[in-house]
């Protein structure tokens, strides 16, 4: 059974965090699913891993080689990449039954965003009342700090 961590990004934007997260993710050994909300923004953050420093190895859905993408950025619900991991961007949905069947779902927002924190605080709520373990993790006093976890059921 997984678990669902929360980043609320105040100090980084997304496409700084995301490929540390990502980074993390697949020395883990896992594959991993990015679900945004909005295909051009996702063109966006493509360009900008692409760009970053260091190769970081990802595809975008919808092509011929899905299945064997480390990284697979999608708005789609399934994973073809068969992905162990999915970070959730932009208000992207996450289901209980997702953070279950995986190792890890990270869900990242803008905590610039007053819309995207109380997205973030509805999932929290739907996630934990489902049962989902859940850690919330924030970057406000510059360093990356645990401030609140659920141990699920």
């Known amino acids: 059974m997984g678990a669902v961590y929360f980043y609320h990004l ?13 980074g993390k993710a697949r020395g883990a050994g896992w594959r991993v699913a990015v679900r945004g909300t909005d295909a051009a923004r996702l063109d966006w953050l493509d360009d900008k891993l692409w760009l970053g420093e260091g190769f970081l190895p990802h595809g975008r859905a919808g092509g011929p080689h899905d299945a064997d993408q480390p990284v697979l950025l999608t708005d789609r619900t399934d994973a073809p990449n068969n ?38 605080r509805g ?11 859940a850690q919330y993790w924030s ?15």
């Open 139 to 153: 970057q406000e006093s510059g360093n990356w700090a645990k401030k609140a976890e659920s141990e699920g059921s």
């Open 83 to 120: 992905a162990a991991c999915l970070m959730a961007i932009d208000g992207a949905d996450v289901a209980p039954e997702e953070v279950t069947a995986l190792k890890r779902v990270c869900i990242l927002f803008d905590g610039n965003d007053p819309g995207a924190v109380e997205a973030a």
């Open 123 to 133: 999932q929290w709520r739907a996630l934990t009342e489902a049962g989902c373990a």
């Open 10 to 22: 105040t100090r980084s934007p997304l496409e700084a965090t995301l490929p540390m997260l990502l």
